[in-house]
């Protein structure tokens, strides 16, 4: 050290001699400062008990052979400590023992000078170092990440001696109450660098940090159980947390990120395959899982019939994905809530980004209204597809393509206690079809519009409110002619009210309570005619009305440091109302009559939804859980489609025909997370029990149909699995591997002659496996295998024709599969600039199937090969033909190259 | 580069179909395949009977010496077998049948015995199926507009034959070509979204024979359960199969169906 300061001074004498020596000059003067930094980041190991302050001052020194300069009239040399520490930094030892001394220390030459903290009590030294377990006070506020404002969710603060703390909430609140004293916290979040911080709670305090960002801009964990990996090793979550950092890192599908697709990555949640926005979780159907966009529930998360999901990627700040003991105020669905939660905006400074790619765009703009106080967020999307009207492929079929998104927000600090959100969304698919020139172009199209305005209150210290009023509507319109403006269509929608309060007493209780209330309407499909003469003589399938109020309450609960209980329930009451005519089916489901009903409630439902998990941390590395959970749901989507693609959509309310379904589920869990290596491991098991499934009758007639309900059928499903994750989080190669086994089981009465059978969505064998390569701060390889069991499929066991048509004779329900699926991604990411650049863009290569596995959708028995060599259904039924078994799969490989830039 | 587009999209959106040699697991099921109409004028109507087979495309096999009754409120009927056309059994030429009465078939094979009810429903006016010019002097049938909230539901079978041209005598290809179009009161995706299907394009000189079948409920309702597992089947949006309905008992498979047919006068294509 002494010599890199020596030659530090020479340089800066032949600063005005030669250039050169100047370069020298800089180059050392940064080579010494090196130098401290790097002796302050050597590593030591000091155990000792009862030491004075000096005594540890000693140890250090001739462990490390740094010199410490102090006053001894000032510094509480004689107090009396405990240490403990392993292989660990001497900066973090230093913070760690003096910090809660009220001592800090600066780097001064090649000293260490140790300092009072400034501002301290006079009594602070003569107090005691303990808790004196007494009066408590509370420790609240925000968490922000230091660059943008944006609040950060579930960023985790705690004691670090005795690990007790808090998470913040899904808007960056935290509360948490401890005993009067003096405190060395730690801040931490998955991504961002750890603060620590030394608070006297002497009266309640309120304090935000703000968290700077690790310096690569690169996440160590993909796919976080939310334990930042810190020294509080493993946190009793329910959650599994995927960030949009860690999303960027996933080959995409075309270049785009896709957060359906991103989830499959999850043990217990498995996609349906290529181009499919449809997923399932742990047994349940697509539509028992919730998709919360800023707390407005989003119907059709899908694109392109899926092949995208709805969502800009670059707007997401956070999603949490809940595959049990879902949040108390985020009920209604029996399978899984995926809460995504859009960015407020930058509120430092302006800024922009976005991705051009052959087959989608995107830009984002954000930035203050008042710094620190008001910002906005704008991120739109358009698909590139409208070239196909100038390619050979449109001007024969005049096919236009075309889907784009927009999410909008707005957020004020109103004061420290009131904040304000408005977020909108806005997205539309449009596929059309010219038939006859100028006469008939049929289509389909259809749009989610969502808002909430949110109001975040903190009444005092330990109570925390958030009131949102939110509404959604999903579109779906089938053109059977825009010209006469002839179309099917259908929609559901609802408007809802919600209040939910946290109440933080202590640190081993949080209290959350609230209410919320809905009204939902849903039009099961109808048909309009540009005619009006037509219009008026046409059947109307009547609306479905809804109101639902939940009322629920739970507590999260520490026992001591290891255990944690959380348990609540919901009551949720779901009311219909007309005016409306209900169609009453008999057991045999043929019509028996049909009753009208003004405006009034016809019919209501009423559950209780009762939860429980029960947490135990064994040791620092280890925790076990087992959850027990009920669950209800009222509104369902009716298909008895068995395509991977989004197609005609009918939601339909619990009503006196159709039961509300319910779930029980009990899992537990084992996770182990070790530092060095940097591995961790998870295990789940799980059974649930579903009731009240809606199936189907065979060739069930469910668009346009006013007897819906008598199409349908209720069963039960069981389903249970084992998942299992093993994951690498840091160095240069990080990943994971997950593995599901599960099994979902169906028997309804009337179906398969009631014989129980494979759900269409079981696939006992799901694997993932994700692999990341960082060269250095410009090359990242990254690349996804993933293999499922093949979807159950009904298969013919033997075969008649009859009025020439060649017609199967099905076995029983779901008797076969398809192949298995599988399949490589790919991406390589070149980031152009430095990471301390404040422009940052990349250029971005993915490879999607990257060995063309041809993974079968369907199965066909039905077709023929025409001349040129396609696959078509004969039309001319005397004709001598031969039918050809044949697959179909919806996906090749798919290479696209995006740029992505940032400021 | 155009080309280059054309290929990126049509990896990416249009499905890619491909032979697929998987086995599966048959069983000879033998059952007895039934498929009959009988129409409201006089004539000679068809019942065929045959036995389902254990392997796609083998011929079915004839059911022969079965007797075959229909019965109504109007009288008994026994159809006799076709000494030239094994499995097919006629009426005589002066049987019809009308909206009114239950018509109840009875097959009797052995021991085994198979009934069926129907009834017709009152027949419609319909105008007959236009054609377009497909190019090149050929034409193509024009596929009814399905309206959806129709309360009838018919079909409709052409039969197309050209054997009679210059044209067809040096090819070896087919010369005639029988079509069937459906309109029904339903709303399927399959059909809005149907398979790629066959073109059968006519020169023109080709006769035109059309006539239009009106459906009950539940013929309607077979028709559509047939034409999800056929016509409709195999596109990107597939619905769940099953097995067709029927209304012969003991097993059984088809359908017999009483229809109000119209037969439109020839047309000669041009």
Redesign the interface.
């Given at each position: 050290m002494a010599k890199a300061v020596t030659e530090h001074h020479i340089a800066y004498r032949h600063f005005y001699c030669y250039k050169r020596s100047l370069m020298t000059a800089i180059l050392f003067l940064l080579f010494s400062s090196c130098i401290m930094a790097q002796d302050i980041n050597k590593t030591i190991s000091i155990k000792a008990k009862n030491i004075s302050l000096a005594e540890f001052i000693s140890l250090v020194s001739t462990q490390s052979g740094l010199h410490f300069s102090y006053s001894s009239q000032q510094i509480p040399v004689n107090t009396i400590i405990n240490v403990s520490v392993k292989i660990k930094k001497i900066a973090d030892v230093l913070h760690e023992v003096l910090t809660p001394l009220g001592i800090e220390y600066v780097l001064v030459e090649n000293q260490i000078v140790l300092k009072i903290i400034p501002g301290l009590p006079d009594n602070y030294h003569k107090g005691k170092l303990q808790p004196d377990g007494k009066k408590k006070y509370t420790l609240s506020g925000y968490m922000k990440d230091a660059l943008s404002g944006e609040v950060l969710t579930g960023a985790n603060i705690y004691t670090s001696d005795t690990y007790t703390g808090t998470s913040s909430n899904e808007y960056g609140f935290y509360s948490f109450s401890l005993p009067e004293g003096r405190y060395l916290l730690k801040v931490s979040f998955v991504g961002y660098q750890t603060l620590n911080d030394t608070v006297i709670l002497n009266k309640n305090i309120s304090k935000n940090y703000q968290l700077p960002l690790l310096k690569m801009n690169i996440p160590e964990v993909l796919i976080s159980a939310e334990d930042n990996l810190s020294d509080k090793a493993v946190n009793f979550t329910e959650s599994i947390r995927i960030s949009p950092l860690e999303l960027d890192q996933l080959p995409g599908f075309?270049g785009d990120i896709d957060i359906v697709k991103a989830m499959q990555s999850v043990p217990g949640i498995r996609t349906y395959g290529d181009a499919s926005a449809n997923f399932y979780v742990r047994g349940g159907n697509r539509d028992q899982n919730l998709i919360l966009v800023d707390d407005a529930p989003l119907y059709n998360p899908s694109h392109?019939?899926g092949?995208f999901s709805a969502i800009t990627p670059d707007a997401i700040r956070d999603m949490n994905v809940y595959k049990n003991n879902f949040p108390f105020n985020a009920g209604g669905r029996l399978a899984s809530v995926i809460d995504i939660r859009i960015k407020d905006g930058n509120m430092k400074r302006f800024g922009f980004s976005g991705n051009l790619g052959?087959?989608t765009s995107y830009l984002t703009f954000e930035g203050p209204f008042k710094k620190d106080v008001a910002s906005f967020f704008i991120s739109g999307r358009i698909s590139n597809?409208n070239?196909?009207a100038?390619?050979?492929?449109s001007n024969s079929k005049k096919l236009k393509?075309n889907f784009f998104d927009l999410n909008a927000k707005f957020n004020v600090i109103v004061n420290k206690n009131n904040r304000l959100y408005i977020s909108m969304y806005g997205g539309q698919d449009i596929f059309s079809r010219n038939i006859r020139q100028g006469q008939?172009t049929?289509g389909v199209t259809w749009n989610n519009i969502l808002g909430s305005i949110r109001w975040n209150h903190i009444y005092n210290d330990r109570l925390f409110s958030n009131t949102t009023v939110y509404y959604s509507r999903y579109n779906y319109f089938?053109y059977?002619?825009k010209e006469s403006d002839n179309y099917?269509k259908s929609s559901v929608s609802n408007i809802s009210l919600k209040s939910d309060y946290s109440y933080f007493p202590d640190p081993s209780n949080t209290i959350r309570t609230g209410i919320r209330a809905s009204l939902y309407f849903m039009d099961p499909?109808n048909?309009h005619?540009g005619n009006p003469d037509?219009q008026q003589?046409?059947?109307v399938i009547p609306d479905g009305k809804c109101a639902e109020v939940s009322v629920y309450a739970g507590n999260e609960q520490l026992i001591g440091e290891k255990i944690s209980l959380e348990y609540g329930f919901a009551l949720p009451v779901w009311m219909n109302f007309g005016p409306t005519t209900v169609y009453r089916f008999n057991t045999a489901y043929q019509l028996m009559d049909s009753l009208n009903y003004g405006q009034e409630v016809y019919h209501t439902s009423l559950a209780f939804d009762p939860r429980f998990s029960f947490f135990w941390q064994v040791n620092k590395k280890t925790v076990l859980n087992f959850k027990y959970s009920r669950t209800s749901q009222f509104i369902q989507i009716i298909s008895?489609?068995?395509?991977p693609?989004t197609?005609?959509e009918v939601w339909l309310p619990a009503g006196p025909n159709i039961h509300p379904q319910a779930c029980d589920e009990f899992s537990t869990g084992y996770q182990m997370v070790f530092k060095k290596p940097a591995i961790s491991v998870s295990a789940d098991a799980y059974y649930r029990q579903y009731y009240k499934q809606v199936d189907?009758k065979?060739?069930?007639?469910l668009?346009?149909?006013p007897l819906i309900e008598g199409e349908l059928r209720f069963g039960k499903t069981q389903a249970y699995g084992i998942e299992l994750m093993f994951r690498r989080y840091s160095g240069k190669f990080t990943g994971w591997i997950s593995y599901t086994f599960s099994r979902a089981i169906r028997q309804t009465d009337g179906v398969n002659s009631g014989n129980p059978y494979p759900a269409?969505f079981d696939s006992p064998n799901n694997l993932f496996v994700n692999l990341t390569f960082k060269t250095n701060k410009h090359w990242v390889f990254s690349a996804n295998w993933m293999y499922l069991t093949g979807n159950p499929y009904?298969?013919?066991?033997?075969?008649?024709?009859?009025?020439?048509?060649?017609?199967?004779?099905?076995?029983s329900?779901n008797?076969?599969r398809l192949?298995d699926y599988h399949r490589l991604d790919i991406a390589i990411t070149y980031n152009i600039n430095k990471p301390s650049r404040k422009y940052q863009h990349a250029l971005e290569l993915n490879l999607y199937n990257v060995y063309a596995r041809?993974n079968?959708?369907?199965?066909?028995?039905?077709?023929?090969i025409?001349d040129k060599g396609?696959?078509?259904?004969?039309?001319?039924?005397?004709?001598?033909y031969?039918?050809?078994?044949?697959?179909?799969?919806?996906?090749?490989?798919?290479p696209s190259i995006n740029y992505k830039f940032s400021f | 580069m155009k080309n280059f587009i054309w290929y990126i999209i049509i990896i990416l959106l249009v499905s890619c179909e491909k032979q697929s040699n998987r086995d599966i697991q048959t069983e000879n099921k033998n059952m007895l395949i039934v498929d009959g109409i009988i129409g409201s004028y006089p004539a000679k109507y068809e019942i065929k009977l045959s036995r389902s087979s254990e392997t796609l495309n083998q011929q079915p096999v004839a059911v022969t010496g079965a007797e075959v009754i229909i019965s109504s409120s109007d009288g008994v009927h026994v159809l006799n077998e076709s000494p030239a056309k094994q499995g097919s059994y006629f009426t005589d030429s002066l049987f019809f049948a009308r909206p009114g009465p239950e018509y109840t078939l009875y097959i009797f094979i052995g021991e085994d015995v198979y009934s069926a009810k129907t009834s017709m429903v009152a027949g419609y006016q319909l105008k007959p199926l236009a054609y377009s010019s497909g190019g090149n002097n050929f034409f193509q049938i024009i596929r009814p507009v399905n309206s959806f909230s129709s309360s009838y539901a018919c079909m409709f079978k052409v039969n197309l034959n050209w054997s009679h041209l210059a044209y067809c005598q040096g090819n070896t290809g087919e010369c005639e070509a029988e079509l069937m179009f459906y309109s029904l009161p339903f709303v399927d995706v399959g059909e809005i979204f149907p398979p790629q299907s066959q073109q059968v394009f006519f020169p023109a000189g080709t006769i035109i024979k059309q006539s239009y079948y009106c459906l009950n409920t539940d013929h309607a309702a077979y028709i559509r359960a047939l034409l999800l597992e056929t016509t409709m089947n195999g596109g990107l949006f597939d619905v769940s199969r099953a097995n067709l309905p029927t209304n012969l008992s003991n097993g059984a498979a088809g359908y017999f169906a009483a229809c109000y047919i119209v037969n439109f006068p020839e047309q000669i294509a041009n």
């Open positions: 075309a392109l019939f092949f052959p087959y597809l070239w196909l100038k390619t050979r492929l393509i008939s049929f089938l059977l002619s099917w499909g048909v005619f037509i003589n046409i059947k008895n489609s068995i395509s693609l197609s005609m189907y065979d060739h069930a007639n668009l346009y149909n269409d009904t298969l013919p066991v033997s075969f008649y024709y009859f009025n020439g048509y060649s017609v199967p004779v099905y076995g329900k008797n076969g192949p041809a079968a959708i369907s199965m066909n028995f039905n077709k023929i025409d396609n696959f078509v259904v004969p039309a001319d039924l005397q004709g001598n031969e039918i050809v078994p044949s697959v179909i799969s919806v996906a090749g490989i798919i | -």
